[in-house]
């Protein structure tokens, strides 16, 4: 998860994003409802200039939801509207390398492990690797 996003996160969070997201036609960011509850999110950014056939891929969902195959099911939906409604030849994700459980969805979603970006990010103050995913179309 990107430092730019809330930890805590509070009401207040919550409500900046929805206006944010509400805000873009097309959508490019989606709530995970289960039950009424708002319990993660998935988005997109979409690239610019040269970049603008791809976008990144990103997601979260409550720990609380962990393991219920959730995200298993939302990521694939979710890739086939971002190709649908969106000029994209290829998006992508950059899971940590520490977090298997996220390259795993990403493997069931059909997207392909492109190689292993070593030193990539700082957060929470180590350095970790991450890997690079990607479906193209």
């Not at 207040?12 to 999110?41: K, Y």
Request: aromatic share 12%.
């Amino acid at each position: 998860m990107r430092d730019l996003f809330p930890h805590p996160y509070t009401i207040n969070d919550a409500n900046e994003f929805l206006q944010r997201a509400l805000s873009v036609q097309p959508a490019t960011s989606f709530c995970i409802d289960i039950g009424g509850a708002a319990v993660g999110g998935i988005g997109i950014r979409l690239g610019e200039d040269v970049h603008r056939h791809r976008a990144e891929l990103g997601y979260w969902l409550s720990e609380d939801f962990w393991g219920h195959g959730i995200t298993s099911e939302v990521v694939p939906a979710f890739t086939d509207y971002c190709f649908a409604n969106f000029e994209l030849h290829r998006i992508y994700a950059e899971p940590y390398a520490n977090n298997p459980a996220s390259a795993r969805v990403l493997e069931k979603a059909g997207y392909l492990l492109e190689g292993r970006l070593k030193n990539n990010v700082l957060k929470d103050g180590q350095i970790l690797d991450s890997l690079l995913y990607a479906k193209t179309k």
